[in-house]
């Protein structure tokens, strides 16, 4: 089949999707073309970003994702695509549209949501006009694919009970070499540092009680009022190598209760601290649910070789069990479908 994937180009969670739906596709011979945004170029990355602030300091969402979704639908019957795949809200509006294929929006998040919990938008009339642009495409789409269940549940509890709902559960890709042990151990925080939901408070208090290095990686430099110890950006995955646990701070809430960093610690056998908040942190081997008041008694149980070597193993089972080629293969049955 001829399939079309719509997203960013940005690195992150919807990227990675995108790239392990055009990789799993491809393996199954189907033909997969990208449209990303922005693009390689200069001028395209300015005029994409430009429109994008505009959209958001004017509450001219609405505006910007049916500019895009003309243009989109224009190029898609232009090439007669059977099966259009939509990765996240901005990019998924022309699905709404009557494109003569099959349609297929992965919710990663939710973004009216994601504005009103971030708390810096306070126009609630612009936040329900996305809310409502967002309920189209759930509605419109003939699948909607969830990367967790609690997403679906919430997008069910208080959006729309759809009966197109899919969950197709967020993967990672195993690593043949596992992370080695070193003691004393090192920690890192690996992914974005903007968004309310990483939690830098919390990721401050951690660095200020932790007799153990905790290393912070990510593309925008943290204010320095947290202080940190920001590493910059990590160019691979590889850096893990160089450490013991992975840190996961997310924001506690009704909204976030799953983490897509956690699966990229697993994947190298590196056991992953999560928050005793969030539902991922009793639902995957490999990874150990902690607090503020019990972080560091957490690490001195499981810096122990003998300890911390049996939860490496459980974490790259783990990963194995998730490995993307496995949690992709109901897509293929509802392409067939």
Known sequence: ??????????????????????????????????????????????????????????????????????????RIKEQSYDVVIGVETPFSYVLTRELGCLKIFSCETLEADELYFSKKVGDLERIHSFREMEQEILMKSDYVVFPWETTENYTRKYIWDGNNFVTLRYGCYPQNKTVPYFFPVSIISLGSLWGYWTNKEL???????????????????????????????????????????????????????????????????????????????????????????????????????????TLSREAHQQARELDWRITLKPLEKLIEK
Not at 273 to 284: A, G, I, V
């Open 203 to 309: 990721l401050s208090s951690l660095t200020s009680v932790s007799p153990y290095v905790i290393h912070v990686y990510g593309r925008v430099k943290p204010q320095r009022k947290y202080h940190l110890n920001y590493r910059g950006f990590a160019k691979s995955l590889d850096i893990f190598y160089n450490y013991q646990f992975g840190l996961e701070t997310v924001s506690k809430g009704v909204f976030r209760l799953h983490s897509s960093r956690i699966m990229s610690y697993i994947a190298y056998g590196l056991p992953a601290l999560s928050p005793d908040w969030m539902k991922f942190s009793y639902e995957l081997k490999g990874v150990v649910p902690y607090n503020e008041n019990n972080f560091v008694d957490i690490i001195d149980e499981y810096s122990d070789r003998d300890r911390w070597e």
């Open 1 to 74: 089949m001829k399939i079309a994937i719509i997203g960013t180009s940005k690195m992150g969670g919807g990227y990675v999707r995108i790239m392990a739906y055009k990789n799993f596709l491809e393996s199954k011979n189907h033909h997969v073309d990208l449209i990303q945004f922005p693009s390689g170029s200069y001028e395209s990355k300015i005029c994409f970003y430009y429109q994008r602030a505009r959209a958001r300091l004017r509450g001219h969402e609405k505006w910007a994702m049916k500019k895009l979704a003309d243009m989109l639908e224009k």
